[in-house]
Every structure is written in C-alpha cells, then in structure tokens.
C-alpha cells in the first residue's frame, strides 16, 4: 500500500512566552497525527486561537515543529537539509488569507505569479515561464492578458484567484489554504470554492484546507478534523461527522453555526464560551465547557480512539462518553455540571 500523500506525525509547537521567550512555553498544536491522501480535501476547524494557523505553517514549512515529523511521500521534510527541502517545495505551497497583503502592490500579477518558478524552476526559459503564467490564470478564470496588470486593479476575489494561481504554478501536490475565503463575500466565496473542486478534479491537486466556516467544510471537503487547543478532538468524514458528532466540542461548534441551532441540544448552546481557566489540566482540556463531563474527565486525558461506526473506520474522537455516542442526559441537561 502507498504511503499518503501528506502524514503528520506527532506535531508538537511550542513558543517561548514573557521576556526573551522565557518562562512557561506556550504549546499551540499538541500531538497532532493527520494524514492526506492524493486528490483530497482536507479540512481543519476550530476557534480562532485554536493552533490551526500554526499548523498550517508547519506543514508548509515555514515554521519548524518543536517535536514530531511531516512527512510528504514518506520523506521528512525538517530532516532534509535546506537545499533538499527547497528542491520539494515545487510539491506543496501555501495561500494566505489576505491576498492583497501576500501579493507585492509593486509588482505586476504576471511577475507574482511567476516568482515560485523563478526559485524552484530556474531553467524554465522566458517564454515558457510566460506560457505557464497564462495557462494558470487562465485556470483560475481570469485572463492571460491581466499579467500586466497591479494588484490594486482587481477585486478581493480576483485577488485571491491570483494567489491560487501562484500556488498552482510550480503544479504542486498539495496546496495548503489558510482561511483563504473567509474574507470574501458570499458570492466570490461560491466561486474560488466551485474553482477548488475544479482544479482538484482536473490536476488531482489535494487540499489542506484550514478555515471556521463549517459550510465551507460541508461543502468541498472530504474529511474533516476538529482542533481545540492545539489538538484534534475528532476526525473523520465530513458528512459522518457533521450528522452525528462525537464529541461535545464539535457539536458547539455546529450549534454556533446559522441555520443549525434548532437541531443542537439547548445545553450545547448554554456552554460559557470563556470558562475561567482554573490551571488543572491533568485530565481533558475541554472540561470546564462540556455538558457531558464527569470524575474520569478530571482524571485523565482522553487519547483519541475509533468511534463504534463499521461504516466509518477512520472516524476518531478524543472523548472519555464520545466513542460509544455522548450520555442520553447530554440532549436533555439545563445546566453546566460542575466537577
């Protein structure tokens, strides 16, 4: 069998906090093990803070793990030495959320989208590298002619077709997206979506794509993984994950979302978005906001485990009540257990 794609093993990043980095060090992605297949949409959620940015930047390598492995095609890529891993970058790129402030206002769109190959594709010849410029906005809906024009003469949207084209360039294996639709509006948002599912049908580009749009999810991805506090409480199909959650955070989250609140537990929806941190961690990070949560969850950290779903085999979930489905007395409690 293959290796995936993508393999995440393992990812731990930790920052130094208070003065010159020291002090108690900040993790912000904690043990976490993924996997992309050729061809698929991944997606990550989570609340803002939650270590999806990071993440991302790491498996982009833009940022190194301070424990753990990322492995493309098997390879590492934090064991390779800097020419090694600049030769795999044509693999994999990265598109960032502002494409105005990821684009040079001083360059024209045909220089930006031409700069990866400058670097990773040195030999291509002029008129080669030109032809590639075109046949990628082209790809992406705009026209070969917009080469010479500025950043500042095309809409957000437009902007963003630009920076996917400029992923798309050195044809890579996998494009990283981090919350590259969440500042366009609804319209544009259905465009650069209905694009993605487009070129992955056409190039089998696969997407890792990070976002807090949960219709975002449900519309383009195959699987999704759901993070809080640097970890991945659930994983699995998106469609699988969405109907029936497992754990408690995941279905905050979809009770947060507009449009789903009447099928959400009102219990779900009582949870304090800001509980106090009362500094014991020794059990489940999540306790303090779930219905569900009871003396083991003080205890013990939850390790992630296969959710009783012969239908789904890679659904997890890191949750003590989530395996086996939540209590009963989850869907029917009026107020916040305290333990």
Not at 162 to 168: E, H, P, Q, T
Request: net charge neutral; proline share 7%.
């Amino acid at each position: 069998m293959s290796a995936p794609l993508l393999s995440l093993r393992g990812l731990v990043r930790d920052y130094g906090s208070g003065l010159a980095g020291r002090g108690t060090p900040l993790r912000a992605v904690d043990g976490v093990s993924l996997q992309v297949e050729k061809g698929e949409i991944v997606g990550i959620v989570g609340e803002s803070g939650c270590g999806k940015s990071t993440l991302a930047r790491v498996v982009a390598a833009l940022d190194r793990p301070t424990e753990g492995q990322v492995l493309l095609d098997g390879e590492d890529l934090f064991t390779m030495d800097k020419r090694a891993l600049l030769r795999r970058r044509d693999r994999f790129q990265m598109v960032f959320q502002d494409p105005y402030g990821s684009l040079d206002p001083r360059r024209r769109i045909g220089w930006s989208v031409a700069e990866p190959l400058g670097v990773l594709a040195p030999r291509l010849s002029k008129a080669e590298t030109e032809r590639r410029v075109a046949e990628m906005l082209e790809a992406v809906g705009l026209k070969a002619a917009d080469a010479k024009r500025f950043p500042h003469e095309f809409s957000g949207g437009q902007r963003q077709r630009v920076a996917i084209a400029r992923a798309l360039v050195t044809r890579p294996d996998l494009v990283i997206a981090d919350e590259a639709v969440s500042a366009l509006d609804l319209s544009v948002q259905a465009q650069v979506l209905n694009l993605i599912l487009d070129l992955r049908e056409r190039t089998g580009v696969a997407f890792l794509f990070i976002t807090h749009n949960l219709s975002v999810v449900d519309a383009i991805c195959d699987r999704v993984a759901v993070m809080y506090r640097g970890r991945i409480v659930e994983s699995g199909a998106t469609r699988a994950v969405f109907d029936a959650p497992r754990h408690p955070y995941t279905r905050l989250l979809l009770a947060a979302e507009p449009g789903r609140e009447a099928s959400a537990p009102q219990a779900d929806r009582a949870v304090p978005p800001f509980p106090e941190d009362s500094g014991d961690w020794n059990g489940c990070a999540f306790r303090p906001r779930c219905v569900a949560a009871t003396s083991i969850c003080r205890r013990e950290a939850p390790v992630s485990a296969p959710v009783s779903s012969p239908a789904e085999p890679d659904w997890t979930v890191a949750c003590h009540h989530g395996r086996d489905g939540l209590p009963a007395a989850l869907a029917q409690a009026d107020a916040v257990p305290r333990f």
